[in-house]
């Protein structure tokens, strides 16, 4: 959970729903065939190695002192134009995280993990 507070009072956000607006923002690119799912089991595993037996793939997202990190994992279509499509999702994915729940952003880290035809 992150939590938040305005005027109005504390505001708990779960990592899962920011989870959604990051999926739903990537997946709007044209170019982007997929955003790598989270396996359960691999994700567990990961968090107990501390990634020395599986990554973590797909949309990660973490607190720090300054707001929150967002870490994409996609798979591109041969062709497209990677960096454009890079700044495209991290301008679209850091208007959809202000507009939708205001949390500041520190970062956000797209991997291209892969590429298909």
């Keep these: 959970m992150l939590n938040t507070e305005n005027t109005m009072g504390k505001i708990s956000i779960s990592e899962n729903y920011i989870t959604q607006i990051v999926r739903h923002a990537v997946c709007e690119y044209t170019g982007i065939s997929d955003i790598y799912t989270e396996n359960k089991f691999r994700s567990a595993l990961a968090e107990i190695t501390h990634g020395r037996l599986f990554k973590?793939?797909?949309?990660?997202?973490?607190?720090?002192?300054?707001?929150?990190?967002?870490?994409?994992?996609?798979?591109?279509?041969?062709?497209?134009?990677?960096?454009?499509?890079?700044?495209?999702?991290?301008?679209?994915?850091?208007d959809d995280i202000k507009q939708t729940i205001g949390i500041k952003i520190s970062s956000i880290n797209v991997f291209v993990d892969d590429m298909h035809d």
Excluded at 56 to 73: E, Q, S
């Design 56 to 94: 973590r793939r797909g949309v990660a997202v973490r607190k720090d002192r300054n707001g929150i990190i967002i870490d994409i994992h996609i798979k591109v279509t041969y062709g497209t134009d990677i960096q454009s499509a890079v700044e495209n999702i991290t301008e679209r994915v850091s």
